[in-house]
C-alpha cells in the first residue's frame, strides 16, 4: 500500500485552470495550485464560493482537462478519467431508478468484483450506513439523511484509493449535519481511506479534518494550509471542548476576517 | 350513515371507490348507447348515426364474412412493422444525438424543420414511392412515430444529468453499463413519454395512407363503407381502431409499470430517520 515516497497519494502539481466560455472570455477558475496529500489523509478545503473548490475535485477526479500543471495519483499522471477516486457530489446523487442495494454494488460490478465478495462487501456498507432493512428501496423512498450515508458509501464500497467530497452535507439541517459528520468519522476511523472534503462551514472544516486548506478568490489560489492538533477519534457533538479546536478554528478566521476586509476595502475603492 | 365515525370520503377502502367510480362509468356509457339507440331514425335520420343495435349486426355480419378479419390483420401488419421499428429507431437516433454533440450540430436543424412538415401529408409520397400495398402505410407509420419518439428521447437527452454520467464513469462504468444502466433509465421518463404518445398516431399513420390508395385494411374499409353510406359497417371499423389503440395503450401501460417502477413505488412507503 505504502509504495510510493512519503505515502503521497495524491499530488497536484502547480495546477491551473482557466474555462473558455462563449466568444473569448476566459474565467481563470485556478491558479498555480500545489498541494500534496498522504495517505489515509483526511483533508478539508474551505474557500468562499467561486473560489475553484469544484474545480479542484472535478480536476483529481479526471472530469475537466487540466490548463496547466499535472496531478498524479499513486504514482501516475491523472489523464482523462481517474477512476480510482470515489466522488460524493453535494446531492446525494443516487441513481433513483436503482435500489439501495444496487446503489451500493454499483462500483463493484462495473470493476469486476465477484459474486460472493461483492454480495458481501454490499451487506457490510449498508450495515455501516444503517441502512440495512433497506436494500430493496428505491431512492426516492428514503430521507435527506439516509440517501446521503447511501450516497457515501456507495463510494467507500468499490475502495478507490481516495474520496472526493464536494459539500456533501451542504444542504442538510444542522443536526443531521452533525449526525452523519459523526458517522462520517466512525466509518473512516474503520477504514482510513484518504479523504478530500470540500466545505463551506470553518466549523466542519476543523472538526474533520486532520489538515484544512484555505483557498481564496479570484484568482483561486491556496492561501494556506492549517494543521489541526486534535486527536482522535474525534467527539463531534462536543467537539468546542476538544483541545486544539479553538486554536485551529481562531487561525482559521483569522485568515477569514483578514479575506473579507481586503474584499470590502475593494468594493469600497469600486464605488469611488 | 357512520356519524360517529371518520369522515367518509377520505377514509372509504379503495376498493368501494374504485367501485363507485366503475358503476358510475358503466352508467354513464350505458345510458350514453341507450340514448344512441332511442334517438337513431327517431329524432335524427338513421343513415347518419346507425345505431347501436345495427352496428352490433353489420360486426356480426363482416366478421362471418372474413371481410372484417382480412382488413383488420392488413392495418395490424402496417402497425405491427412500422410502430416498434419506428419507436426503436427514434429512441435510438435521439440517444446518439444527445450522446454526441457533432451529429446535434448538424443536424438539429434540419430534423427541426422536418417537424415542421405535417407528417400526415408525407402520405401520397409514400404511396408514390412504395406502392398501395402495405408497404406505403408502413412507411407512414413509421415516420409519425419515428419523430415522436426521437424528439421525446432527445429532449430526455438534453435535461440528463451530467452528474449522473460523472458518477457512473467514476465508478467504472463501460460502455454498455453507462447506456443501459444509467442514461437511457435516468431519459425512460421522456422515453415512456413518447412511445405512449405515438401509439394513437401509429394507428392515424396506417388509417391515412389506407385512406388514400388502398385495396385492404380498415381506412379502406371505413372509406369505402362510407361512400355507400353504410353507417353501421363505418362505426364497426371505428370500433376495431379504438380496441387496437386500448390494446397497444395496455401494452405501453405494462411496459411503463416495469420501466419506471422507481418512480410510482415512492407514494405508499413512508420512512424514519
Ligand atoms: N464548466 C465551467 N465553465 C465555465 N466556468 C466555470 C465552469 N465551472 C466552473 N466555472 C467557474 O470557475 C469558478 C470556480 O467554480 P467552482 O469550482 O464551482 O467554485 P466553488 O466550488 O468553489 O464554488 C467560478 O468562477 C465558476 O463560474
Ligand atoms: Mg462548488
Redesign the pocket.
Known amino acids: 500500500m505504502s509504495n510510493s515516497p512519503d505515502n503521497i497519494v495524491i499530488q497536484v502539481d502547480n495546477v491551473s485552470k482557466t474555462?473558455q466560455?462563449a466568444d473569448t472570455d476566459r474565467?481563470g477558475?485556478l491558479e498555480n495550485i500545489s498541494l500534496d496529500i498522504r495517505q489515509g489523509e483526511f483533508v478539508t478545503v474551505v474557500?468562499p464560493?467561486?473560489?475553484?473548490?469544484?474545480?479542484l475535485i472535478k480536476l483529481i477526479a479526471g472530469l475537466v482537462s487540466l490548463s496547466g500543471g499535472r496531478i498524479i495519483c499513486q504514482g501516475e499522471e491523472v489523464r482523462g478519467l481517474n477512476t480510482k477516486v470515489g466522488y460524493v457530489p453535494q446531492e446525494s446523487k443516487l441513481f433513483p431508478w436503482l435500489t439501495v442495494e444496487q446503489n451500493v454494488a454499483f462500483g463493484l460490478d462495473s470493476k469486476g468484483y465477484s459474486k460472493s465478495e461483492r454480495d458481501q462487501r454490499v451487506q457490510h456498507f449498508i450495515q455501516l450506513a444503517g441502512l440495512a432493512g433497506f436494500e430493496k428501496r428505491y431512492p426516492s423512498q428514503l430521507s435527506g439523511g439516509m440517501a446521503k450515508r447511501a450516497s457515501i458509501v456507495r463510494a467507500l464500497a468499490y475502495d478507490p484509493t481516495v474520496i472526493l467530497m464536494d459539500e456533501p452535507f451542504g444542504p442538510l439541517d444542522a443536526q443531521t449535519r452533525m449526525i452523519l459528520q459523526d458517522e462520517l468519522l466512525k466509518i473512516w476511523e474503520h477504514k482510513r481511506q484518504t479523504i478530500i472534503f470540500v466545505t463551506h462551514d470553518l466549523v466542519e472544516a476543523v472538526a474533520l479534518a486532520d489538515r484544512v486548506v484555505v483557498m481564496t478568490h479570484r484568482p483561486?489560489k491556496i492561501r494556506d494550509v492549517i494543521t489541526v492538533p486534535m486527536t482522535r477519534p474525534r467527539n463531534i457533538f462536543e467537539i468546542h471542548r476538544q483541545p486544539g479546536f479553538d486554536e485551529a478554528h481562531a487561525k482559521l478566521w483569522n485568515i477569514f476576517r483578514h479575506e473579507l476586509n481586503l474584499k470590502n476595502g475593494a468594493s469600497a475603492a469600486v464605488g469611488n | 350513515m357512520s356519524s360517529n365515525g371518520p369522515t367518509p370520503s377520505t377514509n372509504q377502502p379503495a376498493w368501494r371507490r374504485a367501485l363507485k367510480i366503475h358503476a358510475i362509468r358503466f352508467f354513464f356509457v350505458g345510458g350514453f348507447f341507450l340514448l344512441w339507440e332511442v334517438a337513431s331514425g327517431r329524432w335524427i335520420e338513421a343513415f347518419l348515426i346507425s345505431s347501436p343495435s345495427k352496428i352490433w349486426l353489420a360486426f356480426l355480419k363482416v366478421y362471418q364474412s372474413g371481410e372484417l378479419t382480412t382488413n383488420t390483420w392488413v392495418t395490424f401488419q402496417e402497425i405491427a412493422i412500422g410502430f416498434p421499428v419506428g419507436a426503436l429507431t427514434g429512441i435510438w437516433t435521439g440517444y446518439i444525438f444527445g450522446r454526441s454533440k457533432a451529429l446535434a450540430d448538424i443536424f438539429e436543424p434540419i430534423i427541426i424543420a422536418l417537424y415542421g412538415v405535417p407528417r400526415t401529408a408525407l402520405a401520397p409520397l409514400f404511396i408514390v414511392w412504395l406502392g398501395i400495398g402495405i408497404w406505403s402505410k408502413v412507411g407512414v407509420v413509421f415516420i409519425l412515430v419515428f419523430f415522436l419518439n426521437f424528439f421525446n428521447t432527445y429532449a430526455g437527452m438534453k435535461q440528463l444529468d451530467q452528474e449522473f454520467v460523472d458518477l457512473a464513469r467514476l465508478m467504472g462504468a463501460n460502455r454498455w453499463r453507462l447506456s443501459f444502466r444509467v442514461i437511457l433509465p435516468a431519459v425512460s421518463p421522456y422515453i415512456i413519454t413518447g412511445f405512449k404518445t405515438s401509439i394513437p398516431f401509429s394507428v392515424i399513420g396506417a388509417i391515412t395512407g389506407e385512406f388514400i390508395a388502398a385495396t385492404e385494411g380498415l381506412g379502406y374499409y371505413i372509406r369505402a363503407a362510407a361512400g355507400v353510406f353504410r353507417t353501421a359497417d363505418v362505426f364497426v371499423g371505428i370500433a376495431v381502431l379504438m380496441i387496437i389503440v386500448i390494446l397497444m395503450n395496455k401494452v405501453a401501460d405494462l411496459i411503463e409499470r416495469r420501466v419506471l417502477r422507481w418512480q410510482t413505488q415512492s407514494e405508499s412507503v413512508q420512512v424514519q430517520g
Open positions: 474555462f466560455t474565467v477558475a474557500g464560493s467561486g473560489c475553484g473548490k469544484s474545480t483561486g
